[in-house]
């Protein structure tokens, strides 16, 4: 029987996506778990799996395509029965098509120019001078994480490139196309020339305005109401890890440096155990109930271009910490190619954010909703501490827990933060 595929709801806030590419055309086999197509959300380029099996009968929406969360968007099913276009497809195609702008006429791109920001005054000739920053080098080039990847990657400048995207926008198939017809690539930087005696201070810059991207839009809009709407309370704790740093390195001398282990690893775990004794804190708030949930799915901050994004370890409490690294490189890696899968970005119950490798002492995070609470990470560093009445050097970390008033309170948050240096003070507890 004939299958719907519908675009998946990828996130909290997600209403829409942006259909990018068709990785699987009408006519070809398909298998449960095949990637059918890529598509774009606010916050990345995530690769859409088939639910079935089959062959694709259908596809109901263009690459290009805005897509509202739960429209139909293929039909998978056997080569010889008969299909039918859902009637909410075809009054979606039929919206769109209604709604589908025309080709911008020359007022139009005028005007659009005139909304983006002024460039310097040395940027004002026609042909710009060849010092002069390319709109990619600016941020103002609007283009999918994937095609900033990939022409990153064959030094393709994407301001000289027209976008077949909605707005103008450079996807993947523009950036392929390109390399494919041999347009020319960006210039390589001129080689620095000898530096000048220092004499005056140069004068103030111009002011720039940046164009927020869709990432930094729906990051500005989600800290916002977490911020507004939900009650933070913090709590810090300052943890021994001479035990976890010596623990770290003894391992790390038998596995190959692909396979190293991360203080984050080690924090993953201890916070996916110290969960298991404090389920008020894996939880959401959801109006007039607070739902614990049973797995327990560590969500990581990870920095990518131009804002953050949360990667998931599922069930963190139950995979030893070598193989919660494993899975942290491996979306991480799909992170940097500017394309990831939707169980690595959804589903997270408590969230940590590391900054210990920007060398920070401590800080405070705003907690992602619907979850109670969040862990902001500083640096482990060696300090003077004193033992038994005497000065020496020793390992020490703060972490800072953020928890929402309305699910808890600092009592409890308290006891958690003692939980999890009893998993990170004495690590032989991860592996037993």
């Not at 996130?11 to 298998?31: A, H, P, Q, T, Y």
């Not at 409490?317 to 394309?339: C, H, L, N, T, Y």
């Not at 050097?393 to 008033?405: E, L, Q």
């Not at 309305?406 to 933060?417: P, T, Y």
Request: no cysteine; charged share 30%.
């Amino acid at each position: 029987m004939a299958e719907t595929i519908s675009m998946p709801k990828l996130g909290f806030d997600m209403s829409e996506g942006v259909l990018v590419r068709w990785v699987k055309n009408e006519g070809e086999d398909i298998n449960k778990g095949d990637v059918l197509a890529e598509i774009e959300t606010d916050k990345a380029t995530v690769e859409v799996e088939s639910s079935a099996a089959g062959v694709v009968r259908k596809l109901l929406a263009s690459e290009g395509d805005v897509v509202p969360v739960g429209a139909a968007i293929a039909i998978v099913g056997s080569a010889d029965e008969k299909i039918e276009e859902p009637e909410a497809a075809e009054k979606q195609t039929e919206a769109k098509a209604d709604q589908k702008p025309p080709p911008p006429s020359e007022s139009e791109l005028t005007k659009e120019e005139e909304k983006k920001p002024e460039p310097a005054p040395a940027a004002e000739a026609e042909a710009p001078e060849p010092e002069a920053p390319s709109a990619e080098e600016t941020g103002r080039i609007k283009a999918s994480p994937l095609a900033k990847k990939i022409a990153r990657d064959n030094n393709l400048d994407l301001s000289r490139l027209e976008g077949s995207g909605p707005g103008g926008r450079v996807v993947r198939k523009d950036v392929e196309a390109a390399l494919e017809s041999g347009v020319t690539k960006a210039k390589p930087a001129a080689a620095p020339a000898a530096a000048p005696a220092p004499a005056v201070a140069p004068g103030p810059r111009e002011d720039e305005t940046v164009q927020l991207t869709k990432l930094r839009q729906a990051i500005a809009r989600r800290m916002t109401e977490s911020k507004t709407g939900v009650p933070h309370f913090y709590v810090t704790h300052e943890y021994n890890v001479d035990a976890l740093m010596a623990m770290r390195k003894q391992a790390n001398e038998y596995l190959p440096d692909n396979e190293k282990l991360s203080v984050n690893d080690f924090i993953i775990k201890a916070m996916a155990l110290a969960l298991r004794e404090f389920p008020n804190l894996n939880a959401s708030f959801q109006g007039d109930k607070v739902v614990r949930h049973g797995a327990v799915n560590i969500g990581n901050a990870v920095a990518v271009e131009g804002g953050l994004l949360t990667v998931v370890i599922r069930n963190a409490d139950q995979q030893p910490v070598r193989a919660i690294s494993a899975e942290m490189k491996r979306m991480a890696a799909g992170v940097r190619e500017g394309k990831v899968k939707p169980a690595d970005i959804e589903g997270s119950t408590f969230s940590i954010s590391n900054m210990g490798m920007f060398d920070v002492e401590n800080f405070s995070a705003i907690i992602n909703p619907p979850e109670a609470a969040i862990l902001a990470v500083g640096s482990a560093r060696q300090v003077p501490v004193v033992e038994n009445g005497e000065i020496k050097i020793g390992w020490r970390m703060k972490a800072t827990i953020s928890v929402d008033h309305r699910v808890s309170d600092g009592a409890e948050a308290a006891q958690f933060m003692q939980a999890l240096a009893k998993y990170l003070e004495q690590p032989l507890r991860l592996f037993v």
